[in-house]
């Protein structure tokens, strides 16, 4: 349910450019949607999700600039904001605090050594880096239209594919780790 409330706004953002064909359009629609997602999500779990609500205020942040200014290059900024401050915040997680981010998150599904935990933040980190860098040469480099579908099928496509190739190296590390059966004393 989180995964869809998550994806409402942008396929909200996608299907109104595509309908009207007006970016500002498609804009003060993703300001409209994004905070009734919050608040749905609060309605649902009575809790924020602190990543959700930080990207609802850049949106209405970058998306009240896009529109006061008439310029799309404000909301073609956002996703590389994010993706940037999640990457420093994962980084400087690793120096501040017991755990990392990623370890706090899938600390409860994974066992991993210390430098593991230290090379799959990283793994993210630089995911993050790469997510926001490709934004803005995809944002510069193609037009507005292959931006809009670069931002809900590309994006998610590349965190899809990322995550797949994180829970296989996940697998081999975890048969890696696994004890050996001679190992057990029997």
Do not use: C
């Amino acid at each position: 349910m989180q995964f869809l409330l998550d994806f409402i706004p942008v396929i909200a953002f996608f299907a109104a450019y595509l309908v009207k064909g007006d970016f500002f359009y498609a804009t003060g629609v993703l300001m409209l949607v994004m905070p009734i997602a919050l608040g749905l999500q609060w309605l649902r779990t009575r809790k924020f999700n602190r990543i959700y609500a930080a990207s609802t205020a850049l949106v209405l942040v970058f998306g009240a600039l896009t529109l006061a200014f008439r310029n799309p290059t404000f909301l073609f900024w956002k996703p590389t904001v994010l993706n940037w401050a999640f990457a420093a915040v994962f980084l400087g997680s690793q120096y501040i605090g017991d755990k990392s981010v990623i370890e706090r998150m899938l600390g409860g599904a994974a066992e991993l050594k210390p430098a593991q935990w230290i090379r799959l933040n990283l793994a993210w980190v630089l995911f993050f880096v790469f997510v926001g860098a490709l934004n803005l040469y995809v944002a510069y480099s193609y037009s507005e239209a292959f931006w809009v579908k670069f931002k809900l099928f590309g994006m998610l496509g590349i965190t899809v594919i990322f995550v797949i190739l994180q829970s296989v190296w996940l697998t081999l590390i975890a048969r890696e780790n696994e004890p050996a059966a001679n190992d057990s004393g029997q």
